[in-house]
C-alpha cells in the first residue's frame, strides 16, 4: 500500500507543476531507479572475501542457473562469474553483477563466443564448473573465488518408445509412437531409409510434444521402408533416434490372366479374362492398344470378366489389354494383350461376261437387311445401288481397267455397319476365263 501511496502523491504532484523545473522533478519520483552498471573490471588482486554457498542447478535445458550467498560489506560492490569446461580451468568470465545483495545468475550460454562452438559449450548434456569473485566499488577484482561447483545440462532427448509402423497400406505407411516423457522435448524427427542400416533421410519435423503420429504418403506399390523416429529439445538438440521398423506397402493386384475371344459379329469383338485371385478386386478395365497408346472401352464391376469393342471396322486387327483395380485404387500392370481379327463381309470380286460380279455375306441374323454397294475411283466413290442379298453384277465395265468396290450393311432404321476392306480386280482385255479380285 505504501508504494501505491507514494505512486498517487507523485501523479498528484505532476498535475501540480506549474514551471518546467516542477516536471523535472516530478518526473525524476516517477521514474524507477536505474540498475548499477558494472565497472570495467580489472585484475587487481584486492583483499576481499570469497563468496560462500555457491549452488548450480543442473539439469536445465542449455541453461546452468547460479545461486550464492551475499557478501554484506561496503567493499563489496558485485560479482564476476566465471566458468570453465574443467575443473582445473582455465576460467573464463561469462558474467557479473553490479550488486552485492544480488546472488543469482542464469547461464544460457550468451557469451559462446568466448568459447568458440556454442553447442560444446552450453549443449545438451555438456557439464560444467563456476566459481564467482568479488569486485570493489572501482571494479577491482578480489583475489579469492568461491568453491568451484559443477553442473550438467540436460541431456539430449532419449528415443521415442513404441514406434509402430502398418504394413498393407495401399501407397501409404502410418506410423504412431508414445510421447515422450522428457519435459525439455519440444518435438520429434521422423526418418526413412530402404534399408535397416541407413542412409535415413528427414521426412518430418513435428513441433508437439504429444505429436506422436505421422503418414508417410505418396509411395509406390509392393515397397520396403524402414523408418525411425528421434526427439528434438525445445533447444533444437536432436536426440538418438529410436531402433528402425520396417513396413511394406500393399502389393498392387496381378495383372489379369487368360484373355481370349468369347465372340464377334461384324463390328464388334468381346473379350473375356479369368477373375482375379485378390479378394478386394473393385473394378476391371477393358482397353484397346493403340501404338503406344490405350483406349479405354469400358470399366466393368467385378466380378464381370467380359466386355464389348463395339467401333471395330469390318476385318480390322485389334490389340486387347485389361487392367485390375482394387478397392484402394491400386491398378495392375496390363494383362498380356491379345490380338484379334475382327469379322469381315468376306467380299470378293470375279470377272464375268457380264461384268464384275461381287459377292458377301449379308449377315442377316445380325438384323442387317441391305447392302449398299459402292465402286471407288481415283478421285471419287460412287453409290451402284442397294442389293438385298449379298450379290451384285456391275456391268458398266470397261476391258482392261481395274476398279475398286466396298459394300456398307445397313438395318431398316438405317443405321449402317461399318465399311467393308475394299476389293480390287482388274478387267482383262479379253475374257477367257472368270478372273479373281484381291482384296486391299
Known sequence: MSGRRTAVAALLALAACTTSLDVDLARRI?????????????????????????????????????????????????????????????????????DHAETAFLDSGADVA???????????????????????????????SSATVTATTAPAPAPPSGLRAWSRQPRTV???????????????RVERSPTSRGPFQRLAELSERHATVYVDRGLGDLRVFYYRVAAVNRAG???????????????????????????????????????????????????????????LLAELPAPETEGWDTGVGADEAALYTVIALDRDGLDSSPAKPLAVASVGYGLAATVRRGGVYLTWDPRPAEGWQATRVFRH???????????????????DVEPGRRYRYSVVLERADGTRAPPSSPVEIQVPRVLRAPAEASVR
Open 377 to 395: 475411283d481415283l478421285f471419287s466413290t460412287s453409290e451402284l445401288g442397294v442389293a438385298e442379298s449379298g450379290t451384285w453384277l456391275d456391268p
Open 114 to 144: 568466448e568459447h568458440g562452438d556454442g553447442s560444446l559449450v552450453l549443449g545438451d548434456g555438456a557439464t560444467l564448473f563456476y566459481r564467482v569473485r568479488p569486485f570493489g566499488p572501482t571494479g577491482e577484482l578480489g583475489a579469492r
Open 30 to 98: 516517477l521514474q524507477p531507479p536505474r540498475a548499477p552498471e558494472v565497472p570495467a573490471l580489472r585484475e587487481a588482486g584486492a583483499d576481499l572475501p570469497a563468496p560462500e554457498g555457491l549452488r548450480a542447478a543442473s539439469g536445465e535445458l542449455r541453461a546452468v542457473s547460479l545461486q550464492w550467498d551475499p557478501l554484506l560489506t561496503p567493499r563489496v560492490a558485485g560479482y564476476a562469474i566465471e566458468r570453465a569446461l574443467l575443473e582445473e580451468g582455465p576460467f573464463v568470465r561469462i558474467g557479473a553483477v553490479a
Open 174 to 188: 502410418p506410423l504412431a509412437w508414445e510421447p515422450s516423457p522428457d519435459p525439455t522435448v519440444g518435438g520429434y
Open 237 to 295: 538438440g536432436v536426440g538418438t533416434p529410436s531402433d528402425p521398423v520396417r513396413a511394406v506397402t500393399k502389393p498392387e493386384p496381378l495383372p489379369p490372366l487368360g484373355l481370349r475371344l468369347a465372340g464377334q459379329k461384324l463390328g464388334a469383338n468381346r473379350i473375356a479374362w479369368e477373375p482375379n485371385v485378390e479378394g478386394d478386386i473393385a473394378a476391371y478395365r477393358l482397353f484397346r492398344v493403340l501404338g503406344r497408346r490405350r483406349q
